[in-house]
């Protein structure tokens, strides 16, 4: 996603990925042209949920982000999606009150998470609706890619395929509706 928003937006973008096992940024990716640039910074933590990665944001950033763009749903369960929400955005607010926060919508588990999954998105999307959070779910272009099973690593992650999709649709979003 990053190198392709370098492309179509010309404009110099650092990917910098963060090791939770190391604590720190561990890798930083450049691409574009010399422009001021356009920073992401990669904090994924792998089984955390909104609530968890809520206790993390002391010190995760070097600078005040502009735009928090959270990838939901494999970890949440759908009771619990409300709640945690509401405390990862009132974090997200609290230190930084000047970010934007887009809420992604994961892709869809197979086998028998599928149900789980799809209730925890829809319930995200609906809170995102009623609390005016920006969103966007990959869930359905995934889903409906046909021989969607092919898209995955394992019943819930995917693959390159599947990332693709998942990055097309964020960045969809972000170049024409953001």
């Known amino acids: 996603m990053a190198q392709t928003l ?31 640039p356009v920073k992401i910074y990669n904090v994924g933590i792998p089984g955390a949920t909104t609530d968890e990665m809520s206790e993390h944001f002391d010190g995760l950033f070097p600078e005040p982000p502009s735009l928090i763009v959270a990838s939901v749903g494999h970890n949440q369960l759908p009771p ?21 926060v887009l809420i992604v919508g994961q892709n869809p588990a197979t086998g028998e998470r599928w149900e789980r999954q799809k209730k925890t998105v829809t319930t995200l999307m609906t809170w995102c609706r009623y609390w005016g959070f920006p969103s966007v779910s990959v869930f359905e ?38």
Request: charged share 25%.
């Open 80 to 100: 619990d999606v409300s709640r945690d929400m509401d405390k990862f955005t009132q974090s997200i607010k609290k230190q930084w009150p000047a970010t934007q």
């Open 141 to 178: 272009a995934i889903a409906e890619t046909p021989n969607f099973e092919s898209l995955y690593v394992d019943l819930l992650h995917v693959n390159e395929a599947g990332s693709t999709i998942w990055a097309g649709v964020v960045q969809r979003y972000l170049l024409d509706d953001a």
């Open 6 to 36: 370098a492309a179509e937006t010309n404009r110099r973008v650092e990917f910098i990925n963060y090791n939770p096992q190391a604590g720190r940024y561990a890798e930083k990716r450049v691409y574009g042209p010399e422009t001021a």
